[in-house]
């Protein structure tokens, strides 16, 4: 049946030109075509076809065909009449293609295999035969690359050695995988390294390309990052790529420098933790022998896991020479594989105060405190109370000591090249003599009869004991170098009369003042005459107002009339002028009040009678 087809094409189109021939016509027929379609694999491809003919025909056929290996394959066709389009049967594109009433070609889904040239022909009748091709292209992502074969330790050697197989799937055209160290693309132009590349297309198309690195190791790639990534093309030029993971070389190297310091940020001071870190810069990490030499003593073993000696909190006795040795028995013998240190801890002995114990002096006496200590560095001393510097030095005079001086006095001990170092000691001073009290405030109660609390405030050495007179409900508190009564009484007639009496008394002597309770009522009219004065001023704040306002109204009402006045609304103020008429309006004048007032008088109309 497809046989008898062709011979039949074949014949009309052999009439078909014998006919033009014979006739003696130059027929054409132009066909327009995409020259280059590109699409995602998977996706729907559209091929656009149209075409010219010379000697309009209404008998054109159109046909998609395929080249396969030097022939051409017919996938479908159509007519210019307007009939339904058809796929042939049989063929790669079967079940996925279809031509539509604009001639186009549309394939759906589009596979890799699809990636080949189509041609568009038109056979025109006596016009003859057009074509046009197209190239159609597929384009697959390629996967992530994986990375297999990373070795587990490398040896530092004079040879190449694999050290990664990189490999990525999926990916159509054929991608490109490159080697990257540091964020640099690897060339195999350097003669310490290798690739060893390999393309494979699979049987649905798709590229698996893989490579290999050999690389001659270096120490210098200890810190090194590698990775490989595969570069692809997608539709409409863009160009996209996808990294594997990254990866460090294991090097094996033999130590060549060690490193011993203590792990510090200023001067070690007693009571810090230190570390003290030793390091060899080989690889794997050799153990490392540690030992402390004290002078005069034996050498003592000290543990160090990892090369990390830690010593909480340090004394001076952790001072001394420790060594380090690293145990790397592949090293060379011209590495210096033992280092020493010299560790030094800042100290500062406890403060000594003279006299030591609480100071008791009397009144007007005068006293001398002093303190001294050791340290391992240069040390200032300085007195203070509370927060108070009372000396720079470390002797303080007191002279003709007061109530005032009573107190806890503290000598403080600093070493200025070390930060943190300090130590203080503290005296309590205490400053005999009869109680003194302080001036009381008086008492206020609404009425006679009700609760008042009074308070009394005194200082002394030893501590005084407060009598009331009349006596109440007491209690004391201690505010500082003094104490203070409080008392609740009744405010009787007796109280509110005779007032009220506080005594502090020790065995130096005693001191008393006298407090008056008052109702807050004769308060009240004690400051009466200042609020009447306050009155007063506001009365008179009032008069003046009122006589301001006033005096506006009048002026006021003075510009009204002048107004009036001028407008001739007023009777007076108006004269005729001899020898005018009436009619011819009346002449004003300006006149004092007083002729104003006369001119008015006069000009005042007759009263009419009813």
């Not at 002995?349 to 006299?355: G, I, L, N, Q, W």
């Not at 006596?471 to 003094?482: A, F």
């Not at 009219?525 to 004065?533: C, G, I, L, Q, S």
Request: hydrophobic share 35%; charged share 25%; proline share 6%.
């Amino acid at each position: 049946m497809k046989g008898t087809a062709k011979f039949v094409r074949a014949q009309l189109l052999y009439s078909w030109l014998l006919f033009c021939s014979l006739q003696g016509c130059w027929c054409t027929v132009t066909v327009t075509v995409t020259p280059t379609v590109e699409v995602m694999k998977g996706e729907t491809a559209t091929l656009p076809c149209s075409f010219t003919v010379s000697t309009p025909t209404s008998n054109s056929i159109v046909e998609w065909f395929i080249e396969e290996i030097g022939t051409r394959t017919r996938v479908a066709f159509t007519t210019q009449s307007g009939g339904e389009g058809a796929a042939d049967d049989g063929t790669k594109l079967s079940g996925r293609v279809s031509i539509g009433k604009d001639f186009s070609l549309s394939i759906s889904p589009v596979q890799v295999e699809d990636d080949r040239r189509f041609h568009c022909q038109v056979t025109a009748g006596a016009a003859g035969v057009g074509e046009g091709a197209t190239q159609l292209k597929v384009y697959s992502e390629p996967e992530k690359p994986e990375l297999t074969g990373l070795p587990e330790a490398v040896a530092i050697t004079d040879k190449e050695t694999e050290m990664g197989h990189c490999v990525t799937k999926g990916g159509h055209p054929e991608p490109r995988l490159v080697w990257y160290k540091d964020s640099n693309p690897l060339s195999e132009a350097e003669n310490q390294m290798y690739l060893h590349a390999s393309v494979v297309r699979e049987v649905t198309g798709l590229y698996t390309v893989s490579s290999t690195l050999n690389l001659r190791p270096r120490k210098e790639d200890k810190k090194a990052v590698f990775y490989c990534r595969v570069e692809y093309s997608l539709p409409e030029g863009v160009a996209k790529h996808k990294d594997s993971d990254t990866f460090s070389l294991p090097l094996l190297y033999p130590t060549e420098h060690v490193t011993f310091a203590v792990v510090s940020s200023g001067p070690v001071k007693e009571g810090d933790s230190v570390e003290i870190r030793c390091e060899a810069d080989g690889n794997p990490k050799p153990d490392y022998d540690f030992t402390f030499k004290k002078e005069g003593a034996a050498d003592v073993k000290k543990e160090a896991p990892q090369g990390v000696l830690t010593l909480p909190s340090v004394t001076r006795d952790d001072a001394g020479l420790y060594r380090c040795e690293a145990l790397d028995f592949d090293s060379s013998p011209d590495v210096e594989l033992t280092k020493e240190l010299t560790l030094l801890v800042h100290y500062l002995d406890p403060v000594m105060v003279s006299p030591s114990g609480p100071l008791t002096a009397s009144l007007g006496e005068s006293v001398e405190l002093t303190c001294a200590t050791q340290a391992s560095e240069q040390l200032t001393l300085q007195w203070k109370k509370g927060s108070s510097v009372v000396s720079e030095a470390g002797a303080l005079e007191l002279k003709a000591v007061s109530f005032a001086d009573a107190g806890e006095y503290s000598c403080v001990a600093t070493v200025p090249s070390v930060p943190g170092l300090q130590a203080q000691a503290n005296v309590t001073v205490n400053v005999a003599g009869k109680p003194e009290i302080d001036a009381p405030s008086n008492g206020e109660v609404q009425k006679e009869g009700d609760t008042v609390t009074l308070s009394c405030s005194a200082q002394g050495y030893p501590s005084p004991k407060f009598t009331w007179t009349p006596p109440g409900e007491e209690s004391v508190t201690v505010q500082g170098n003094k104490l203070v009564s409080t008392v609740s009484l009744e405010a009787t007639a007796s109280v509110l009369k005779n007032g009220v009496t506080c005594n502090a008394t020790n065995e130096h002597g005693s001191d008393s003042k006298h407090l008056q309770v008052v109702i807050s009522e004769e308060i009240s009219k004690e400051v009466a005459p200042n609020d009447r004065t306050d009155k007063q001023e506001g009365d008179s704040s009032s008069v003046v107002i009122a006589v301001v306002v006033s005096l506006l109204l009048l002026l006021l009402l003075a510009v009204l009339l002048y107004v009036l006045w001028r407008m001739g609304k007023l009777p007076c103020g108006k004269k005729e002028k001899k020898g005018e008429e009436a009619t011819n309006g009346a002449a004003v004048e300006m006149k004092s009040d007083k002729a104003n007032e006369e001119a008015g008088l006069l000009n005042k109309p007759p009263t009419t009678e009813q």
